[in-house]
C-alpha cells in the first residue's frame, strides 16, 4: 500500500508540474547561516514575488516558464539564483552584506521615519488614496465572480494510510500543491457565485444582485455556510484597518502605518507600461496586527498596482496558521485603477507549527466590464428583506462553462463530483453526523433534529437533576415552517414539565410570521432586564449545575403566547403578541406573594398570579447578515451589529380573571465598535418603566449571577434578587484589548493573551404603592444609590478560557454582600 501511495504521490508531482510550470522552495540566509525574514524573492524579468517569512523561508510558483529567480534585501547585495527545472525544492541561497553604497540609503531591522524615500512616496499614497478607483466616479457597475474552497491540507503518505480513510481512498485522487505555501492539500468545498454589482457614491450606496451560485460539499450545514460568510468580510487596502476574523489588522497603506511598519524602497520597474516603486514592509514588533508583504505602486496617480502581503506568524490570533493577502489592479483610460484579482488564502490549523495538519480556506474575487456615471433610481438600492430565487442555486452546467470569468483546474472541476460520491460513503456520513451535531446541538435524524444535546442534563436546587430530551422539524435551511418541543424531568420534585412551539412564515416577501406556543417549567424569573420572545428559552441559571449561594428562589410558570411579526424593511421587524401566564413559587422558602388589597392587609395575601398580556415591539438590527429564507435564520456575526430594541406591554386586567392592569416600556441598545489597532469595544444600555402596581412576579428584577460563569448583561457580584426596580437605567461596558497591551511585554506576547477590562451600574427606584402591595419574603431594595462593579480579565487562556476578577464598588455593606468574585466561561474565537 505504502508504494502505491508513493508511486501516486509522484504521478501528482508530475501532473501539478504540467499545471504549474516553475516551482520554488527555500530559505534565505546571511554569511552566519542565519535567516533573513522579509527579503524580497522574485521570478527575473517579472512583478511575481513573494517576501520570505519570519525563518527566511520563501515558496514561489508560477504558471509561467522562468530561468532564475531575484534576491534581494536592504543593506545586501543582490543575487540571482538559476534554476535546474520547473520544480525546485531545498534551494539555500546566502546574501552577502552590500560593500558600497552609492547615493542610496539602505535600511535594515528597524528603519528611521526620517529621510526614508519609501514613507515619502506612501504620503503621496494618503493624499491620493480617496481619488483612486471607484471612488473617481459618481456611480459605478461591474460584474463580479467569486470562488471560495475549502481544503484539507499537509496531506501526507502517513495521512492517506491513516485507518480514517479506509473505504474513501479515491478522494487522494485529488491531491494538488498549493501555490503558495507548496504545501499539499485535497479541496472539500468549493462554492461558486456570480453577481452583478451597482454603486453610488454621492449616496453611498451599494447593491450586489447574484446571478448564480454553486456549491458542493457541505451546502446544507448553516454553521459551515454562515463561517463562509463570516470569513470573507470585503475590504478594501486603502483602509486604514483591515477586518479578518472579527480583529482590525492594520492595513501597510494605513496613515498610522508608520508606527507599526518598517517600510523600504526597494525595487522600481516597468509593469504594464507603467513605471512603478516596489515598497517592501514588516513588522516593528511582533504580537500585533500586521502583516509583512510589499506592493508595487505607480509614480504618477500614486494607486496601487499590486499588492501581496502574509500575516505576521506572531499575530495575536488563534487557528490561524497562515493568511495571505493578493491584490491586481487593471489600468483604465492610463490613469484609473481598477480592482481586477483579489485572493485571499487562509490556513487554519490548532497549532501554527509548520508540520500541523489543517484546512486552507481560499478565496479568489474576479472583476471585469467596469461601468460608470449610469445613475440609477433611488428606490433601486433598496435591499431585498427575503429575496430568493430558486434558479440562481440550479443553473446548467452549459451556463457556468460560458459565464465563469476563469476556468477550474481539474481539481476544481472534480470536486463537484467526489465530494457528490464522498457523501454516499457510509463511513463519510458518520464523520460528517459527528462534526455536523458537535456544530449545531442537534443530531438529525431524517426531518428531525434530537437536542439541543447541551442541555440534556441540568441541575438545580429545586428539581436536583434535571433531564431533558426534545427536538424539532428540519427539512432544510429555508423551511416555511417548524415545529419544535421538549420535555424534562426532575428526580428531586418528582415532576415533567414541558415546552412546544410553532412558527408559519405566511409571506417570505416581508417575512410575515405566526407563532404559538406553550411552556410549563420551572425558571429562575430576573436573570435579565429586557423580555425575550421566545416562549422555549430557558436561562442558564436555572440549571447551573455549578452555583454558588442560595438558588431556590426558582418559579413555576405556565406561559403561553400567540405572535405575528412583520419585517417591512431590511432588519426592521415589528412584533405584536398576546400572552397568558401564571405564576407560582416552586420553593416553600421562597414567595411570590401579594396582599389582595394593600389599603387592608387584613383582607389576606395571594401567592399565584394569573395575567394576559399584549405586547408591540420594534426589533432594529442595522448590519445584521444572515443565512437562509426561513421561518428561523442564522446569524452569520451574532456579535458585529448593534441592536434597538423596544418593548412595550399592556397588562389586561379582568379578562379571563387577569389580575393587573399596567403598562411596561423597555428600551435596549448594545453596539459593538472595533476601535483600530485597540480591540473591540462594547457598550449595553437598558432601560425601563413600569406603569401601574405590580407584584414581585411582574416586577424588573435585576440580573444577577450566582453561577461561576461569565454571563452577559448579568452583574457577576449580585445575587438574584438582591436588588428589584419599577424603573431603571443600566450600563455595561467592556473593552477588550485583543492583546495590544500583552504584545509590549517580552515574556507574555508569545502567549497571545488577551486583556479585558469593563464597568457595570444600574440606577432603579420601587414605588411606594409597590412596596405596599408586596408580601413576598423578599425586602423590595432598588439600586437608587446607584450599584457598580468593575472587572478586569485575561482571555485567551489556553486558546479556549477566559478569567475575570470582579470587584464590587457600591453598597459594600449589605448582608451576604460579595466584594470580590472569579468567574470564568470557555469558548473559542480568533
Known sequence: MKEKILFLGALLLLAGSLFSQTKVEGTVVDNANLPLPFVNVYFKDSSEGVITDENGKFYLESPNSHTAIVVSFVGFSTKQVELTGPVNYG????????????????????????????????????????????????????????????????????????????????????????????KTYLPIFINESISEVYGDNTTNS????????????????????????????????????????????????SRTGINVYNYVLADTAYIDKKYCFNIVFYPRRKGELTFKGNFWVNDTTFAIKKISMAASKGANINFVKDMYIEQEFDVLNDSVFLLKRDHLMTDFALRKKDESKGVYGKRTTLFRDYEFDIKKPDDFYRKEVNFYNDTINNRSDEYWAENRFESLNKDEKAVYKMLDTLKTVPKFKRMYTVVATLGSGYYQMGNFDYGPIFSTFGYNDIEGIRLRTGGRTYYGQNDPWRLEGYTAYGFKDNQFKYGISGKWMVDKKKRIILAAGNRRDIEQIGVSLTGSPDVLGRSFASSAIFASGDNTKLTSINYSNFSAEIEPWKNVVFRSSFSYRTLKSASPTFTLDYYIDPADPSKGVRSDLQQYEYGLTIDYTPGRRTIGYG????????????????????????????????????????????IGGFGRFFSTVEAGKTFGAVPLGLMSVIPGNQSYFIIDNTYNLMNYYEFVADEYVSLHLEHNFNGRLFSRIPILRDLNLREIVGIKGVYGTVSEENIRLNASTITYRAPEDVYWEYHAGIGNIFKVFRIDFAWRGSYLNLPDANRFTIKGVFGLHF
Open 206 to 253: 451599494e447593491k450586489e444582485i447574484l446571478q448564480a451560485n454553486k456549491n458542493s460539499g457541505f451546502s446544507d450545514n448553516q454553521q459551515i455556510i454562515a463561517f463562509v460568510k463570516d470569513l470573507y468580510a470585503e475590504y478594501d487596502v486603502y483602509d486604514n484597518y483591515l477586518k479578518f476574523f472579527d480583529k482590525d489588522f492594520v492595513s501597510p497603506l
Open 631 to 674: 421561518v428561523e435564520r442564522s446569524d452569520v456575526d451574532d456579535n458585529d451589529y448593534p441592536r434597538f430594541y423596544v418593548n412595550f406591554s399592556q397588562g389586561l386586567e379582568g379578562i379571563f380573571g387577569s389580575d393587573f392592569n399596567y403598562q411596561k416600556l423597555q428600551f435596549y441598545y448594545r453596539q459593538p465598535i472595533l
Open 91 to 182: 534551494i539555500k541561497v546566502k546574501l552577502a552584506e552590500a560593500q558600497e553604497l552609492k547615493e542610496v540609503v539602505l535600511y535594515s531591522g528597524k528603519t528611521s521615519k526620517k529621510n526614508n524615500p519609501a514613507l515619502d512616496i506612501l504620503r503621496k499614497i494618503w493624499e491620493r488614496r480617496r481619488k483612486n478607483g471607484l471612488r473617481m466616479f459618481k456611480q459605478y457597475q461591474y460584474d463580479k465572480y467569486e470562488k471560495v474552497e475549502f481544503d484539507m491540507n499537509n496531506i501526507d503518505s502517513a495521512f492517506m494510510e491513516s485507518k480514517i480513510f479506509r473505504g474513501m481512498e479515491f478522494i487522494f485522487d485529488h491531491v494538488d500543491t498549493s501555490s503558495v505555501t507548496g
